[in-house]
């Protein structure tokens, strides 16, 4: 388990602000939020190597004289499970600036609506089965200030964040694959067909895929001219994600495995496999 300070995850080379220096924060700022919209509210399904990057959206209120630069100071969203201060996993956001758009003003505030990208990497950021969850968003600040006038023998650079949670949420999920065999082949009209496959999902805490058990796949069927797969029937996965069961042969067509997802887990259908039938 890697037990984080939400800060200190956003914070590494600065990742949510490309600000050069690290900064001093004297009073926090008065912002006020909108909920964050993360990857248009569907889950986010991570595999073992492949980083995604999905959209995110918010939008914040701000005093009508307090700028956001990104220079001297930047907005920007990271997602974090468990408590705001001691958070169990944190992913940070991106570096880049956000799109942002006014879309209300008033004599003392500015409301903006921005967009911007996160990128979930799981040799980076997932190390264990539990990070398969739903993770709350937080909207993060941060301020530098930098003194480098050394005429005093003295110079000063300090990085401030304000961080505020629970702005939205966004569902982790494992990447499932599945995979499906028909044999013999070519097949005897009649005779026992046997269809075998297997479920895996990725497994973050080794960074490979592992047999899925226990699990409802079900077989489908698509006769060859047909634009449309039938269910034939459902299996339970078994040892390793084994999936195997046995059918008549009746016309030529293609085989294939659907599981529906779990909670944790994505949803997956594995390739079809044509199947002759003589």
Known sequence: MRKLAIGAA???ALALTG??????????PDLTFGAITVNNGKPIVVGTRAAVTVPVTFSYTRPADFKIDYTNNALGVALYRGRLAEPDNAIEGSSKKPSCTTTATTDTTVTESCSTKLTVDPRMYLFEGADATT?????VYFEVAEDSDDSDDHIGMHLGSDIWGNLGTAKLQRLAKATVNATPEPAVK???LTVKGTLTRADWNTGKYAGYKGQK???QFKAKGATAYTDVKTVTSGTAGALSTTVKA???????????GTTTTAAVTSAADFVDVK
């Not at 600000?19 to 926090?28: F, G, M, R, T, Y």
């Not at 993770?135 to 909207?139: F, I, L, P, R, V």
Request: no cysteine.
């Open 10 to 12: 956003v914070s590494g």
């Open 19 to 28: 600000l050069a220096a690290p900064a001093a924060l004297a009073d926090s």
């Open 135 to 139: 993770w709350k968003a937080a909207a």
């Open 190 to 192: 009649g005779k026992s």
């Open 217 to 219: 796949a079900t077989l």
């Open 250 to 260: 009746s016309k030529d067509g293609s085989y294939r495995y659907r599981f529906a």
